[in-house]
């Protein structure tokens, strides 16, 4: 049984960091496309940040800067490091695996940047 499982998330004031982990279980975590996605209340699920299995990252322009995306294939786990934090970046974060055709997403952990 595949699972993403999220965690990190939280209340965070602004300029704030934050550091978000996805467990993955029950897949070739080595071989997966690792990304994060965000979704606001009442917008779309945008992408925030990608680490291919090569090793290749790409950024949201919104985060660029700010965000490092990173991982251990040792633990199964990857992360979102977010930095600066502003009100905007508040959402629920969403980890995604792709592989070929496999497609997989977690619960989400929500990020709440308020004063």
């Known amino acids: 049984q595949v699972q993403l499982v999220e965690s990190g998330g939280g209340l965070v004031q602004p300029g704030g960091s934050l550091r978000l982990s996805c467990a993955a279980s029950?897949?070739?975590?080595?071989?997966?496309?690792m990304s994060w996605y965000r979704q606001a209340p009442g917008k779309q699920r945008e992408l925030v940040a990608g680490?291919?299995?090569?090793?290749?990252?790409n950024y949201a322009d919104s985060v660029k800067g700010r965000f490092t995306i990173s991982r251990d294939n040792a633990k199964n786990t990857v992360y979102l490091q977010m930095s600066s934090l502003k009100p905007e970046d508040t959402a629920v974060y969403y980890c995604?695996?792709?592989?070929?055709?496999?497609?997989?997403w977690g619960q989400g952990t929500r990020v709440t940047v308020s004063s």
């Open positions: 995604n695996a792709k592989f070929r055709a496999d497609n997989f």
């Open positions: 029950g897949i070739a975590f080595r071989f997966y496309d």
């Open positions: 680490l291919t299995a090569g090793g290749t990252t």
